[in-house]
Every structure is written in C-alpha cells, then in structure tokens.
C-alpha cells in the first residue's frame, strides 16, 4: 500500500526539550481519576503523565490520574498560546508521535495480518399483525477469527492492519484543525512530516478492498465479540473530528 504523503512541511516540534520517562511515580500510593495533586509550579505549564503500556503526554491538569494516565515529576512550561492548543490536544485524544515512537512501534510489531471468516446466524424477529405479535426467524451474518465457527458459508477475508497519524493547524479564523494523513503500512514512514497520532492509532482493514472491516448485520448476540471485532470497534467509534483544512496557517 502507498503512501499517499499530503506533503505538508514538516512541523517544527512544540517548545521543550523531550524529557526522559521518570521511574518515580507520584501515583504509586494514591489512586482516584479526579484526585488533585499538591504544585508549586508557578505559571501555566503542563506535568507529563504516562500509563502502564509506556506511553506518556503533557496535560495542563494538577490530577494525580487522568484519563488512565498517572502524573510524573517532569513537566515543561506553556505560554498562553500553548495552553490552548495542549487543551486541543487533550480533546482530541491526540498525543506526541515522536515522543511514543518505541512504543508505537512495538505495538505495531504485534499487529500481525490475520484471517476472518463469514458465518450465519438466526435471529427471531418480533412481526405485529393485528393485535397478534408473531415471529419469524431470519438469517443474519458477521465475521469471526475462529475458523471453527459453527455456520461458516467458505467466504474469508485478509484483515490487515493500517496507521495514521496528524497535524495540528490554525485556520483562517485562528481555530484549531487537524489534518490526518494517508494510512500507511508503516507509522515509521510519517516520523518527521506528522507530529501526533491519536491513542488509538490504527485501523483493520479488508486488504482485498482496502476497506475497514464491515460486520454487515452485527456480532450473533448469543457468543462473545471476539479480540479482533473488539480492536476494529474500538477505532472506530472513537472518531476524530477531521477538517478539510483549506487556506490553513501553520501554527508552529
């Protein structure tokens, strides 16, 4: 698969040298989303906060935890621009591709092609004639992994994984837009021409069509969705807002 670059210049990294990830944990005793941490920082700044996979990002946030994420010493002063656009970020679930690259990477070296096949399933479905409620029985049908799957039609799939990562922009009325890139085989082709990606940074794909993964009448309520169903679910209800990005100014 190509990589369809939108050749936009590479962007220049925010202000800040990257901190290395600390081995002291603030949190290590004190739980709770919503807790407040005791600072003495002066001035707006951003502490950095990381999770248990590895992966960190700069929040403008005094909680011990947020979002899965566990506060650290390390933090990096935000001037009043930088204060909204980390506020952006944060929305948007956008995090530093450079700064997460090793984890990314080893997590995109799991991420491994995998085989799905199509089966049916039956389903009753309420029918109201009259005052009478009837039933009639029809056949639905979804994918699964499990190639011992009771009710297979033959029919299979290559399921194959594909990246994308992001820009951050000013428009023409000074508001922040993000301008994703192509999907690529490789994250490691888009170091150094995208700064973010959002924590969920990857999608499946139907490689015979390049397509992401349809389940056409949804997972048989009667068994459980299974691991691959549940990662492609999981991308795609967390959407991201994308602008088309037209007369755009770069912020940095």
């Known amino acids: 698969m190509r990589n369809f670059n939108l050749n936009l210049k590479k962007m220049v990294r925010l202000r800040g040298v990257p901190i290395a990830l600390t081995a002291t944990v603030l949190a290590t005793s004190l739980t709770g989303c919503g807790k407040k941490a005791e600072c003495d920082i002066s001035g707006s700044h951003a502490h950095l906060y990381t999770n248990e996979e590895g992966y960190e990002a700069y929040y403008n946030k005094e909680y011990l935890t947020y979002d899965g994420y566990e506060r650290q010493e390390d933090y990096i002063p935000l001037t009043e621009e930088e204060v909204a656009l980390y506020k952006f970020l944060d929305k948007k679930d956008l995090i530093s591709l450079e700064d997460n690259l090793d984890v990314i990477l080893a997590e995109q070296e799991q991420n491994t092609d995998y085989i799905e096949y199509r089966y049916s399933y039956k389903r009753r479905i309420p029918m109201r004639v009259g005052k009478v409620t009837t039933f009639r029985t029809v056949t639905r049908y979804s994918w699964t992994s499990d190639p011992n799957h009771i009710n297979l039609t033959g029919e299979t799939r290559l399921c194959h994984y594909v990246y994308q990562a992001c820009n951050v922009y000013k428009d023409e009325n000074g508001k922040y837009v993000v301008i994703p890139s192509e999907c690529v085989d490789d994250i490691g082709d888009l170091v150094g021409d995208y700064t973010y990606v959002k924590k969920v ?48 100014v770069k912020n940095y």
């Open 201 to 248: 940074f990857y999608k499946v794909i139907n490689l015979e069509n390049n397509l992401e993964l349809d389940y056409e009448d949804g997972q048989d309520p009667n068994e459980e969705v299974s691991k691959s169903n549940a990662t492609t679910q999981s991308y795609t209800t967390n959407s991201v807002e994308y602008a088309e990005g037209p007369k755009l």
